[in-house]
């Protein structure tokens, strides 16, 4: 292959690429493969590593949780203590600003928009009977964060995210001037598909905003805080400090779970907030529910014993993922490096890469590896209404196949890459 | 104490039971009790009984499910195939028709509310753009329902219980004549507090409905079908054979859990529906979480094997719950069965005894209750917005409390009542 950009191609080298390429994606269909590399789901390997937990909680056990609660029975709404201990130490917050809830931290977002959508939060009307209600999305961001609002009817303005987090200035406009923006998605360790880590300048600017609502919420998950890929990971200023710093304590939402941690789907996940917004949301969640399940909670702290227990953990997953998105790299680099015509993100975390194909390209990439067996995430995903105005981003999701699949997978993906370019500027 | 219906005492003998009733009053308040009957919370002993399912599930053992669904990863937001067979089994439903979620049949309920506020079932305008949506709220019922329509703004209007199930002429005048009328709160077995089982004419009554709303549903809340306190129990006809008898296959959504059969808190609840109405609710929750916890969902089918064995497991709750159940009957009977001042009932199963005080007295009697040391579920909670236009009903909730502590609060109980009655007609 000539190693140079493909805009200096000749007509002759286009010819022979495309011809060669055709050849390559020929022989791909040939092979019927059927990998999906279409979200964020932990390998079969990785959900190995919790399956000591199982055994965690045994017959013979006290179930009475160190306030006395039993944790077999109802009660105890926000948690017991020992999981907001656990989860209070990982997230840098106090074990009093938290509530511990079920499986899903989806789930809390969700109540938290459903909350400020039905009854009003902070004093204000329910978003329902306001006119219209907005969002700020970063983006590429995660389509089930724009679901949910989407599903309560928000309308969602695109904020494009930078290197160090979305753009500020954008950001901060838009919610000092407006009053019907009440809220922000973000992803600040390892964004969501983008792999950005916020800066402690851009968690500050957060933290400063004088929002025109009085409640515009920031709508943090810190879902990849501790799905690092590097040595030594950055550690950034916390939400919680950073509003600590400027006095706004009621700003945001802090979510995290274990879904990637331990088991997805059976973990335990975390609301931190302001005393005031957990007081509010814990009252309205005991309307929908009189509990959630605190022997896994117990399980998890068991099996952990602490927050090193959990990032030792970290570590294991770790060595599963790294082989996994080292190896998306050195595909992509050498097959598509020279040519020039897309960029990726180099995540340091997460669990996704973030592609930017030519402008126009990103659906016909996705048909193309569907086409031969490759199922991607959807082009669009990444934006607002599944709509990306330049078809170009992908989100590449590494974690779920083994790395020989995942392998085919990305050389396959390359192919397509190029030949939806090829077709485009033909 | 004199064997006489209270209206036939003369002036002097009132005296004297008041005196007498006045000073076992004042020695109840030197015993310094702390007991608790408000709410319907299964006793330790109970929760001792599904200890060995800690063990069900072990780290050796495979997590994949029949259908290939590897129960600790995400997928399979409905359930997983087991699970849904165990419950198809308890509640006669086919399991194709049955959504198995989290620890929380309370949170689907609200879930249902919900999805018709927001978004709008069965092509019908969501609620919150509607004027004034109400609800049948058969009284006396359980708080918590209440608490869900409350929350959503949704009106709630009384109906009589009767010796069946709710007065049905009321029911259907209402439901064939007003279009704003879009559900009612059912348990159909051994309803809460009344211990009512719904006769197979009552449940045909529901099925025939024909509802004014296309978006009426019945909202049946089978909570107790598997809590017998007797030896035979009724095997009452199901909501789901009624309907398809009656051709009204989208009419109802079933509930059911766990939670007082293992954990209250940590079992797993069920949904069942039609076909339409499953669709409907799996998309609407697949914006709110990507999955339920199904290794719970296999841990309790590992743990009981089949539904035999689920009944099985009820049989050794009912040994522990029918003594308290009787200490219950017991002590009404001996202290108050003679002055004909109160009614209760005499459940076969579930959780609660439904006492009527003479009118104008329940809350009297709840906060003299207090005042000696045992909390009651609070007067009028068994109405919608707790107002009980009589106040005369007060909810018993007697699982919880050991024999003696149960007889002792019974015990102090008779004394407020006789009290509350004797100051109510000085």
Known sequence: MIKKPLSQYTVQERTALLQETKEAYAAFQAKHLQLNMARGKPAPEQLDLSMPMLNALTAEMSMIAENGVDCRNYEALSGIPEIKALFGDLMGAPASKLFVGGNSSLELMFACVQIAFTKGIAGCPAWHTCDEVKFLCPVPGYDRHFGVTEYFGVKMISVPMLEFGPDMDIVQNYVESDPMVKGIWCVPVYSNPGGVVYSDETVRRFAALKPAAKDFRIFWDNAYFLHHLIDTPKQPLTIGAACRE??????????????????????????????????????????????????????????????????????????????????????????????????????????????????????????????????????????????????????????????????????????CVKLAALEATA
Chains 1, 2 share one sequence.
């Open 246 to 415: 400027s006095g706004n304590l009621d700003l945001y939402y802090e979510f995290a779970s274990t879904s990637k941690v331990t088991f997805a789907g059976a973990g335990v996940s975390a609301l931190h907030t302001s005393e005031l917004n957990l007081a509010e949301i814990s009252k309205a969640l005991g309307i929908q529910t009189i509990g959630f399940d605190k022997i896994n909670q117990l399980r998890h702290v068991v099996f952990f014993k602490n927050a090193d227990g959990v990032r030792s953990h970290m570590e294991l997953h770790r060595q599963i993922l790294k082989p996994k998105f080292d190896a998306v790299q050195e595909i992509l680099e050498q097959e598509l490096g020279a040519l020039e015509l897309a960029t990726w993100s180099k995540p340091e975390g997460g669990y996704f890469v973030s592609f930017n194909a030519p402008k126009g390209c990103a659906k016909r990439i996705v048909s193309l590896c569907k086409e031969a067996g490759v199922t991607l995430t959807g082009a669009g995903a990444t934006f607002p209404y599944g709509i990306d105005p330049d078809d170009s981003n992908i989100r590449l999701a590494p974690s779920y196949p083994e790395v020989d699949e995942l392998k085919l997978s990305m050389k396959l993906f390359c192919i």
